[in-house]
């Protein structure tokens, strides 16, 4: 990245004073954010090898969904262009795409893990037979859930705090720059819509499934005699307690927190005011 930004510094018009007018705190940040995409992009690669086996059943969504992600994402860097006017760097424009590229290709990654995990659920069905296998599978589709989510919520965090260390640094070299706080919430609803756009369909969709293999194990239609009722009954809240499924409301505000933490993020930056 260092490389990219600052190759062509002897051949600049202008000399910029990193400490003095915050590019270091820019620097910084941009540098901290970067330093986690292979890291994070390893743990998707472990996720992906061992949900490969679902890719014949999950190839048109997958390529579907990929295909408007990568549409809505051009849309709205395009427009966030158009309406600030400066470069932090000299050519910036040009040297960030590597750079939005790399960053790009994780959070695509984890988008797509989602996608099989979500592909995969729509063909989970409870096995009479052999109940653990089906509470497996459960319990690893939602393990990958939950961790991919964590991994978006980590990059897009750190979106929005280079996209707040890019205006401050901005505004300390150009203060009559147009870059109101403003935006940098539209950034951060932004995110947030696109991620719940991705992981929605899937956490409602395991809800279901979850919903389903109790059911099938343990079926309201079929209700054991008054003797036996408490026991079955103690069965099945165990069963809820095992696939995580009891205290559903609680759960999924949880779990549409970290949809909402880039939004979150960017008011909670425009609320402190870096200005």
Not at 71 to 78: E, F, N, P
Not at 215 to 225: G, K, R, S, V
Request: glycine share 6%; net charge positive; with cysteine.
């Amino acid at each position: 990245m260092i490389v990219i930004l600052f190759a062509d510094k002897p051949w600049w018009h202008d000399s910029r004073s990193f400490v003095a007018h915050g590019y270091f705190f820019w620097f910084f940040i941009i540098l901290a954010e970067i330093s986690v995409w292979p890291i994070a992009g390893a743990f998707v690669l472990t996720i992906l090898r061992e949900l490969r086996g679902e890719w014949p059943n999950a190839k048109r969504e997958v390529i579907t969904s990929a295909a408007i992600l990568t549409a809505l994402v051009l849309v709205m860097q395009v427009v966030l262009d158009a309406n600030i006017h400066r470069e932090i760097v000299p050519g910036y424009r040009v040297k960030a795409i590597p750079i939005a590229l790399a960053g790009y290709a994780v959070v695509l990654s984890a988008a797509s893990g989602i996608w099989l995990v979500h592909s995969s659920l729509l063909r989970l069905q409870a096995d009479l037979d052999n109940h653990d296998r089906a509470i497996k599978e459960f319990l690893r589709l939602k393990s990958h859930l939950q961790s991919l989510l964590c991994v978006l919520v980590v990059i897009l965090i750190g979106l929005i705090l280079g996209a707040i260390t890019d205006r401050i640094a901005i505004l300390s070299q150009y203060p009559s720059t147009r870059y109101p706080l403003e935006w940098i919430v539209v950034y951060g609803a932004s995110c947030s819509t696109l991620l719940g756009l991705i992981y929605g369909p899937a956490y409602f969709r395991m809800l279901i499934v979850g919903r389903q293999l109790i059911d099938a194990y343990f079926p309201i239609t079929c209700l054991p005699t008054s003797s036996e009722f408490l026991k079955w009954t103690e069965k099945r809240r165990a069963l809820e307690d095992v696939l995580q499924l009891d205290k559903i409301a609680s759960r999924t505000i949880r779990a549409f927190g970290g949809v909402l933490a880039p939004l979150m993020s960017s008011i909670i930056g425009a609320v402190v005011g870096f200005k």
